[in-house]
């Protein structure tokens, strides 16, 4: 089992970066695929980006080339850089854990993203 803790979130104007952290405890964390994801108020949970155990990455439509995913296996951390952001971006941002690229089992309390002038 793992467990998941997201950091990193705020409050920044439009065209602004962040970058989202999150920390696994546990064993074997080089074996699973991990993701964000984010819930807005009102709408449906979208699956913004995933990266396999493998390396290879995965990301929405909604945030290619502005966000980027990576990890860090020896510090079981998984991130999220976050650049130019929109007020749609807004939203829950949720750390993610699977035993592969399509399938999550895990996921953190999330941390909030909030983009506004």
């Known amino acids: 089992q793992i467990q998941l803790a997201e950091s990193g979130g705020g409050l920044v104007q439009p065209g602004e970066s962040l970058r989202l952290s999150c920390v696994a405890s546990g064993s074997q964390f080089g074996m699973y695929a991990m993701a964000w994801d984010r819930q807005a108020r009102g709408k449906d949970r979208e699956l913004v980006a995933v990266?396999?155990?493998?390396?290879?990455?995965r990301l929405a439509d909604s945030v290619k080339g502005r966000f980027t995913i990576s990890r860090d296996n020896a510090k079981k951390m998984v991130y999220l850089q976050m650049n130019h952001l929109t007020p749609e971006d807004t939203a829950t941002y949720y750390c993610?854990?699977?035993?592969?690229?399509?399938?999550?089992?895990?996921w953190g309390r999330g941390t909030q993203v909030t983009v506004s002038a």
């Open positions: 993610n854990a699977g035993w592969n690229m399509n399938t999550m089992a895990y």
């Open positions: 990266i396999g155990s493998d390396g290879n990455t």
